[in-house]
């Protein structure tokens, strides 16, 4: 039999609005876009770096935008994106949660497992 030391465990963690989790949530792919928005200056190159398409990123950025009723990012043309300050700070506490709900459940599963 195999050794349960091997095993880990990892979280999801998904913000959404209006307590419906169909659409335009934020998950770890919008939150990958985003911070991509913040080191490239462009939703395109975010996009890219990911092996996404424009097309859906832009679509998954409107689906959240309508569905949290505020803007993530602010688009100018030519010259790239940035995120709005409603975007930075949901960034920033999408990111401190995340890592923290990750901390909490590995040592909670190590103690479980053993």
């Known amino acids: 039999m195999k050794s349960m030391k091997k095993l880990g465990v990892k979280t999801r963690l998904t913000i959404y609005s209006g307590g419906q989790m ?3 949530t934020l998950g770890k792919g919008v939150a990958t876009l985003m ?10 190159a975010a996009a890219k770096n990911i092996k996404m398409a ?3 990123a832009w679509r998954i950025f ?5 569905a949290f009723g505020f803007q993530l990012i602010n688009r100018d043309g030519a010259r ?8 930075e700070k949901l960034l920033v506490t999408y990111e ?5 709900a990750e901390a909490l ?8 497992i053993r």
């Open 54 to 56: 424009y097309s859906k």
């Open 96 to 100: 401190q949660l995340e890592a923290e």
């Open 22 to 24: 169909e659409h335009g």
């Open 80 to 87: 790239g994106s940035t995120l709005t300050q409603e975007g």
């Open 105 to 112: 459940v590995s040592k909670r599963f190590s103690e479980l």
């Open 35 to 44: 911070r991509g928005v913040v080191e490239t200056g462009s939703l395109n």
């Open 62 to 66: 409107k689906e959240t935008e309508a």
